[in-house]
């Protein structure tokens, strides 16, 4: 395996991990901003309605979008498993 192999391979690694990983990032996101709001607004500052609002938002994308997830991650392992045929030879 040449050195551009092994770079390409570590490059669709990122990007699958950004593209498996986003949605959920995102969710987090656009959530904590919304309730940080919120509770700066009533000056209500209890770190666990920040926690659990998060992890309800997360938990709903992974419902959403977990076939999906779950796809993506299988097409990424099928084409490491053939890039490793490569690696040996």
């Known amino acids: ?47 666990s309605v920040s926690f659990v609002t998060k992890l309800l938002a997360v938990v709903a994308t992974f419902a959403l979008f977990g076939a999906w997830t779950l796809q993506v991650l299988a097409d990424y392992t099928a084409r490491s498993f053939i890039s490793i045929t490569q690696v040996v030879q």
């Not at 990007?15 to 000056?43: C, D």
């Open 1 to 47: 395996m040449t050195t551009e192999g092994a770079i390409d391979m570590l490059r669709r690694a990122f990007i699958t991990t950004g593209i498996v990983a986003g949605p959920m990032i995102a969710a987090a996101l656009v959530v904590g901003l919304i309730v940080g709001v919120l509770q700066a607004a009533t000056q209500i500052n209890e770190a």
